[in-house]
């Protein structure tokens, strides 16, 4: 194995870890926003969090002495990052508030395919027929678990479907975004989206009054948004540590943590569809991964004959 091989390779293994973790934060940020919007309108949901998460990356960019403002952060990429950002942000919360975790979170897998297509597209990634095939795979399992047509489809699944998408969409413009633009800048411009996201559902839908917040679900909101600040991070340094269609698929580990906490927390029931559909999305991202460990140890013969 080369040094170049070597370096890609614990770039991936680092990048995977950070995905994983991640993807653990994430999950209870999920669960924390949930209980929060049980008691509190949820544009007040989302600006608390938003202002919170923006507040802290400051901070953060700030004691590093990383520039938050100047030409980068206004490139196209970043805002494509944030009209992304502020859609999926909305479309996500909207869906914690108003169907089960673990729909929301089973829906959400579907990010990586998304993702991994997107980066073939716009990145000119590798994506043989298997990735295609998983592509295909996993869009069925997509369905299997919004169940279109059926007695007990909700249209509110919907929500979900919108705020995957958007996901998919900040995470390629995250790749995108200019090299100089440190994660805890970019930390604070995706925060801030939440608060606008927020403000522009306060104002246009909502138009609920905000509340004093009352102990527990202040308290809940706060260990959101640390929680969400960690997830962010870890998220902004898997996607810009290694391959992205690497990395990706360790998103699903997601829906472990996310059904686990909906079943023990929310007393929630998992229902035949969406076990079988999370198990297909699954499948496909485990279609996705393969190819390229194949691939990396096809580059490696080449490079050591």
């Known amino acids: 194995m080369t040094e170049t091989t070597a370096q890609e390779t614990r770039a991936n293994l680092a990048g995977s870890l950070w995905m994983v973790a991640g993807m653990a934060a994430f999950a209870v940020e999920d669960a924390m926003v949930k209980a929060a919007a049980a008691s509190l309108p949820i544009a007040e949901v989302l600006v608390l969090f938003g202002l919170g998460g923006a507040l802290l990356f400051a901070v953060f960019a700030i004691v590093r002495g990383e520039p938050m403002f100047g030409a980068d952060a206004l490139s196209r990429p970043m805002r494509v990052r944030a009209c992304f950002e502020v ?60 169940r279109p047509g059926a007695e007990s489809f909700s ?41 606008l996201a927020g403000a522009a559902y306060a104002l246009v839908w909502e138009r609920k009054a905000f509340v004093i917040p009352e102990p527990v679900p202040a308290l809940l909101l706060s260990a959101a948004v640390i929680c969400g600040v960690l997830a962010y991070a870890a998220l902004m340094k898997a996607m810009r540590t290694g391959a992205v269609s690497v990395v990706t698929p360790f998103r699903y580990t997601r829906l472990i943590f ?10 929630e029931r998992l229902d035949l569809p969406t076990v079988v559909g999370s198990l297909v999305i699954v499948l496909a991202g485990i279609i996705i991964l393969k190819p390229s460990a194949a691939l990396d140890l096809a580059r490696a013969g080449r490079r050591t004959s």
């Open 258 to 267: 996310g059904i686990a906490l909906g079943v023990l927390v929310f007393g």
């Open 87 to 146: 859609t999926a942000r909305l479309f996500y919360v909207l869906a914690l508030a108003l169907t089960p975790l673990s729909a929301t979170t089973a829906i959400l897998q579907a990010t990586p395919i998304v993702v991994v297509l997107g980066a073939a597209i716009l990145f000119g990634e590798r994506v043989g027929w298997q990735r295609w095939t998983a592509i295909l795979v996993g869009l069925v399992g997509v369905l299997i678990v919004l």
């Open 155 to 195: 249209a509110l699944s919907v929500l979900a479907l919108v705020g995957m998408l958007g996901f998919a969409a900040r995470d390629l413009a995250s790749r995108a975004a200019p090299r100089s633009i440190a994660t805890a800048v970019l930390g604070f411009y995706g925060f801030a989206a939440i608060v």
